[in-house]
């Protein structure tokens, strides 16, 4: 038996998440039923993040077990791209130590949501952005976004729905840049993230952005652990997982008790 | 009577093309009939460009008649987006002068074909690059790809369904980039394209990145006027109409005799 490790791609436009439901078409569903295809196995997947309905991915990482040694790494590769939906796709397939746990093995995610900042709606991107039509203050926002940085109990930005023991988490690196055409983009890089936190950071830089919230209130609706105070939960389409960082440019985890969030 | 211009984007995915063809959705036909919606006028719109099925635009130009003067510019942007399927928008709506051509009144046009050079096929950006597997030289592109600058006959570079009188045309810029992800971006400026045109050039430098055709030939491939010297006509989602260009940055047309062609 072996383990399999999986660099995965995918438009979550069409899904109701990573996670598999009755009813609901899923990525983990896609996944393992490309697998049992693939292997005539009854396959479980495990991913590095629980990705929402309707969020991205261009760097989730997925490892599972099979008993099918005559089938090489690239013969996954190649195999399941042939049988994934053109939505999902896998970028690399290669063996991981016995028993790899993608979310275990994580120290930090990196994340990218993409404003669309216009007078009129985007046609091409509309999948991938979310339509801000009042002005946004990159100045403001960047400002803002810099309180947020190191360590802090992010209460005030976690949903409700959130199952974590606690939302004390450290942002190594947070960014607001203008991208290409009329994209504002957030990237955000953490140790963990509680359910929903970087679209409640999204929504929350948002108000900054159109003079809502003033950048310096950001550090006081950290401190008042209150979800009111923070912004809107910002739709998922501006969300992707752009990278599950494992290796030594962050940090090793302190412990093994905290799970890593869905986000 | 007033002559409206609309500045137009589009995923051209989903639609058989610009030109409205019996039993086949075009943007020609969405837009007519979210202007009789709004209007209740039979109009015809009129493209810059005739885009080919698939094909996409972030910088169409549109123009229309309406007797309608009591809905104001903002009306019609509004009402417009408000009408059109999300894979259409509208980015700006303003009044031209009576009787405005946009074909007439193009001096050029700038094109975008983007490539996806990776091992696996792409997800996220699936439905607006060509995957090409093989790895694409880029030094070796932007050598054979100034080859092209300047007056030419491209009878080599344009389909058999051209109806053209002839394919004499100008390349004022030619440019091989890469660009985010696995992206590699040619970018091309001219005073009017052939049918196909791009697409062909496209696929002659896809054949050049792969080593197939070498940068030198080029020059004698646009000699030879031959079309089957030439590469295959690139696959149409790579293609976007960025912008079409009326202003002095380029010439004047020469003579209204000459139509600029779809591509």
Redesign the interface.
């Known amino acids: 038996m072996r383990t399999l490790r999986l660099l995965l791609?995918?438009?979550g436009s069409e899904y109701a998440g990573w996670q598999v439901q009755e009813g609901a078409r899923t990525i983990q569903g896609e996944i393992e039923s490309a697998l049992f295809t693939l292997t005539q196995e009854r396959i479980r997947a495990r991913a590095a993040s629980r990705t929402d309905a309707g969020v991205?991915a261009?760097g989730q990482i997925v490892a599972f077990e099979t008993n099918r040694d005559q089938i090489p790494e690239i013969g996954f590769?190649r195999g399941l791209?042939a049988l994934l939906p053109?939505?999902?796709?896998?970028?690399?397939a290669s063996v991981a130590a016995d028993g790899y746990q993608p979310r275990r093995s994580s120290r930090g995610k990196r994340y990218r949501y993409s404003y669309w900042n216009?007078?009129?709606?985007?046609?091409?991107d509309?999948k991938?952005v979310w339509f801000v039509r009042q002005r946004l203050d990159l100045e403001s926002m960047k400002m803002a976004s810099r309180a947020l940085l190191g360590t802090h109990d992010f209460q005030a930005f976690r949903s409700a729905a959130c199952t974590s023991k606690h939302a004390i988490r450290t942002m190594y690196a947070i960014d607001v840049s203008s991208g290409?055409?009329a994209r504002i983009l957030l990237d955000v890089t953490g140790n963990a993230f509680c359910r929903n936190m970087v679209r409640i950071i999204a929504g929350t830089l948002r108000d900054v952005g159109i003079g809502k919230i003033d950048p310096g209130e950001i550090t006081s609706i950290i401190a008042s652990r209150d979800r009111k105070r923070a912004g809107m939960t910002a739709p998922p389409q501006g969300l992707?997982l752009e990278e599950v960082i494992e290796d030594d440019r962050l940090p090793p985890r302190p412990d093994k008790s905290e799970d890593p969030e869905r986000e």
């Open positions: 791609e995918y438009d991205h261009r590769q791209n053109p939505s999902i796709a896998v970028r690399q216009a007078v009129e709606r985007p046609a091409i509309r991938f290409e055409h992707c």
